[in-house]
């Protein structure tokens, strides 16, 4: 059985963090050991929450409990997300070092979040250069949206050439898979969304219709679903297509139902059988 370290943030009421990426791993038959970054009642978009953040030594101590148990080269993958803090971020690291030396096949998926378009940048100072510097050069796997590739590359993308350029600086950085979600080059329509996964020098897109929905949490299942099917199929341009036609299903029944939430539960069936798919094209 595969199992992940998810590190993340956690909230009761909702999904992002692993409240968004846990329950679709496990839907996949994936064993999952999630690590909270934070516990909160509800993601901060809401403007009012309560609950505390943890630290990097708090994560520490988890996972060293975990590996008390002698089980840490059994794990097959770190995924992380938001991070709160630099010396979280570095816990996160740290964790990643001790699996591969527990396992050496071990990979690490990082959602290297730092912004989005319209918001800018909304992580505290310094996680934006750990990202770049750090976490990034680590990671085997990152899913950075458009604007946070066109940070790590350091350039601004429009045309497809540029963005495929943009996503070799990123994999000069360290990791061998890319994907770039919510990609909006200048041939893509108004209508539509782009995603595009890069592995080995090549680059595969696929194009979903825009849906008229605002909610938190979808980076952070589409990257643990992305790492799912990457683990299973070892092809990024497959692995796209199964978490893109995923991702678009639930986001189409949360937008049916005029949802302030992902309806995470309620479309569990489109993980593992989406009920509609996708072209995987090779640009």
Same mark, same amino acid.
Do not use: K
């Given at each position: 059985?595969?199992?992940?370290?998810?590190?993340?943030?956690?909230?009761?009421?909702?999904?992002?963090?692993?409240?968004?990426?846990?329950?679709?791993?496990?839907?996949?038959?994936?064993?999952?050991?999630?690590?909270?970054?934070?516990?909160?009642?509800?993601?901060?978009?809401?403007?009012?929450?309560?609950?505390?953040?943890?630290?990097?030594?708090?994560?520490e101590e988890i996972v060293q409990g975990i590996a008390d148990r002698g089980v840490l080269g059994r794990c097959d993958a770190v995924l992380s997300g938001y991070l709160g803090s630099a010396d979280i971020g570095h816990a996160v690291v740290d964790?990643?070092?001790?699996?591969?030396?527990?396992?050496?096949?071990?990979?690490?998926?990082?959602?290297?979040?730092?912004?989005?378009? !319209? @918001?800018?940048?909304? *992580? =505290?100072?310094?996680?934006?250069?750990?990202?770049?510097?750090? %976490?990034?050069? +680590?990671?085997?796997?990152?899913?950075?949206?458009?604007?946070?590739?066109?940070?790590l590359s350091g350039t601004t993308t429009g045309s497809i050439a540029s963005v495929t350029d943009a996503v070799a600086a990123v994999h000069d950085l360290g990791p061998r898979v890319v994907l770039t979600t919510s990609l909006v080059a200048e041939d893509t329509p108004a209508d539509a969304v782009d995603l595009l996964?890069?592995?080995? !020098? @090549?680059?595969?897109? *696929? =194009?979903?219709?825009?849906?008229?929905?605002?909610?938190?949490? %979808?980076?952070? +299942?589409?990257?643990?679903?992305?790492?799912?099917?990457?683990?299973?199929?070892?092809?990024?341009?497959?692995?796209?297509g199964r978490a893109a036609a995923s991702v678009f299903g639930l986001l189409a029944r949360t937008e049916a139902a005029g949802s302030r939430e992902i309806l995470l539960v309620d479309a569990q069936e489109e993980f593992v059988s989406p009920s509609r798919s996708f072209e995987v094209v090779e640009v």
């Open positions: 059985m595969v199992a992940v370290l998810s590190i993340q943030s956690h909230v009761a009421y909702g999904h992002v963090g692993n409240s968004s990426a846990v329950f679709p791993l496990q839907r996949l038959g994936i064993e999952v050991w999630p690590v909270h970054t934070v516990q909160f009642s509800n993601h901060t978009g809401y403007g009012e929450w309560t609950g505390r953040v943890f630290d990097g030594p708090a994560i964790t990643v070092t001790r699996v591969r030396a527990a396992n050496p096949e071990a990979v690490y998926c990082c959602d290297p979040v730092i912004g989005d378009v !319209g @918001r800018g940048v909304f *992580v =505290r100072p310094g996680i934006e250069e750990f990202m770049r510097d750090v %976490a990034v050069p +680590a990671a085997d796997v990152v899913t950075p949206n458009h604007f946070e590739l066109d940070l996964a890069s592995e080995g !020098g @090549r680059h595969y897109r *696929v =194009r979903t219709p825009r849906l008229d929905v605002s909610v938190n949490g %979808a980076g952070d +299942a589409i990257a643990a679903l992305f790492l799912a099917h990457w683990l299973d199929t070892r092809s990024a341009g497959e692995a796209l």
